[in-house]
């Protein structure tokens, strides 16, 4: 369901280019539409907390919600196994595409199944264990976020996973990845024109959901219109988004 970075360059280019605007280069493209994919990316979080903010069970925001958790799941990896140091930290920043936490489970040696862990606050961990009801053990671990020398995104489990030659814990996270950023590769032909080349080894569509590809061109082409210093034209594709988000909402 990938969008072919080519088909969008070549609306944008094609709106751009319609009354003399300026030509928009490979590589200010590329960086343009990082920018524009990861602005919708982003959007979806914020627009699935509003949504289900809404009360009772009205089928138009049902369905509304469905899609957007319909473009996120793409996104979801499950089950991806997780290094830990002595102290139980995990650094998310070793899974390289993180971008939101799910859930998390561990696998004690001695337990014969894995145990979804709780997010409690850094704050409460003395809380927890000082009472004997509410101590965190290998059947009810827990885990607090936090930033460390590790890094800004570092989780530490309770009760310590630990790692020996005879028996190994293991730890199993489920997280939200970035869309990988898409790159409009190309060759330069004897004109010193570029020519579109999608066999290069660094050729990258657009990851979004293919109903994103005109959001997509539009909000390119605002950047580019501020770029070519043309508000005339970052104006027009900005009241372009707007009628197309009033037409969603309808």
Do not use: C
């Not at 920043?93 to 997010?119: C, H, P």
């Not at 005109?214 to 909000?219: F, Q, R, S």
Request: proline share 4%.
């Amino acid at each position: 369901m990938a969008i072919s970075v080519d088909k969008v360059y070549q609306k944008v280019l094609a709106l751009a280019n319609k009354e003399q605007r300026g030509y928009i280069t490979p590589q200010e493209f590329n960086l343009f539409a990082d920018h524009a994919q990861m602005n919708i990316f982003e959007q979806y979080f914020y627009d699935l907390s509003q949504r289900q903010r809404v009360p009772g069970n009205d089928q138009e925001y049902a369905d509304l919600v469905s899609n957007i958790e319909e473009k996120i799941s793409m996104f979801e990896i499950r089950g991806a196994g997780i290094s830990f140091n002595s102290e139980g930290e995990v650094n998310l920043i070793d899974l390289g595409d993180f971008y939101r936490l799910g859930n998390v489970r561990v696998l004690y040696a001695s337990n014969s199944k894995y145990e979804t862990a709780e997010l409690i606050k850094l704050s409460d961990i003395d809380k927890y264990e000082s009472s004997p009801l509410a101590i965190y053990t290998k059947k009810r671990p827990v885990y607090s976020k936090y930033s460390s020398a590790m890094g800004s995104n570092t989780i530490r489990i309770y009760p310590t996973p630990q790692s020996t030659t005879s028996s190994s814990d293991t730890v199993l996270v489920n997280y939200i990845r970035k869309p990988s950023s898409p790159n409009w590769t190309y060759l330069i032909s004897g004109s010193k024109n570029a020519l579109y080349n999608p066999s290069a080894a660094d050729h990258n569509d657009f990851e979004l959901h293919s109903s994103e590809e005109n959001d997509l061109v539009l909000k390119i082409l605002q950047l580019a219109g501020i770029s070519i210093k043309d508000l005339q034209l970052t104006g027009a594709a900005a009241q372009q988004e707007m009628t197309t988000l009033q037409q969603e909402k309808q």
